[in-house]
């Protein structure tokens, strides 16, 4: 898993990265939004942990922003404030967690696994994680881009079941069955899975 730290302690930034590090996670450790701002828009994670008082601003707005470009990648709030009402704006951006300072380490891993142990979707070797967007292949993530992991989720989640026709192309920006087929080919190819054409009816991902 990939995570952003967004903290500007940096020794206490250093030992929740090198903490985590250890526990087998991957963690980019920012210090101020700017750069956040620019590795975000190049780079893609499963978890974002932000303060909320940093040099250039606050954690909230910059989540605020994210949630505004479209970014849903589930957040997880550290703050020394005891501040309900910025309790409830975090959760409000879509926030899912909240950890107070001062805390341990293994505190923050305990809610990290809580939250994602509970939403990982598996099919096979392919697991999807419904907060982060995030698809994993043998462990591995891979990003078969916006629109395509849409359709998957969608017959992942219906795995089993006909998935008519009208409800993938919800998924697409300018809807076409050619669009359709092109990014079911996609999906197939790239996840090396079975997406049958259940004719006149929809499409189906067996179990």
């Given at each position: 898993?990939r ?11 250093d030992?929740?990265k090198?903490?985590?590090t250890?526990k087998?996670?991957?963690v980019e ?7 956040a ?9 499963d978890?974002?942990?932000?303060d909320?008082n940093?040099?250039?601003?606050k954690?909230?707005d910059?989540l ?6 479209e ?10 404030l ?9 959760f409000?951006?879509g ?5 107070k ?7 923050l891993l ?6 994602f ?5 598996r ?8 907060s ?10 891979i ?7 849409q359709i ?7 795995r089993?079941l ?7 192309l919800?998924?697409?920006e300018?809807?076409?069955d050619?669009a ?15 997406i049958?054409?259940i ?9």
């Amino acid at each position: 898993m990939r995570i952003l730290l967004l903290e500007d302690d940096q020794i206490f930034g250093d030992t929740l990265k090198l903490f985590l590090t250890k526990k087998g996670y991957f963690v980019e450790l920012i210090t101020n939004i700017r750069d956040a701002e620019e590795i975000t828009f190049n780079e893609k994670f499963d978890l974002y942990l932000f303060d909320i008082n940093l040099p250039d601003g606050k954690g909230l707005d910059f989540l605020n922003a994210l949630r505004y470009a479209e970014d849903n990648t589930p957040t997880i709030f550290i703050t020394a404030l005891d501040d309900l009402n910025y309790m409830a704006e975090g959760f409000r951006l879509g926030a899912m967690d909240y950890i107070k300072k001062p805390f341990v380490p293994k505190e923050l891993l305990i809610r990290i696994e809580a939250k994602f142990r509970e939403d990982i979707i598996r099919y096979g070797d392919i697991k999807y994680n419904p907060s982060s967007k995030t698809i994993f292949l043998k462990d591995k993530i891979i990003d078969i881009g916006i629109v395509p992991t849409q359709i998957f989720a969608k017959l992942l989640k219906n795995r089993g079941l006909i998935v008519s026709k009208y409800e993938l192309l919800e998924c697409l920006e300018k809807p076409s069955d050619n669009a359709l087929r092109v990014n079911l080919a996609k999906i197939k190819k790239r996840l090396s899975i079975d997406i049958k054409n259940i004719r006149s009816r929809g499409y189906i991902l067996e179990d």
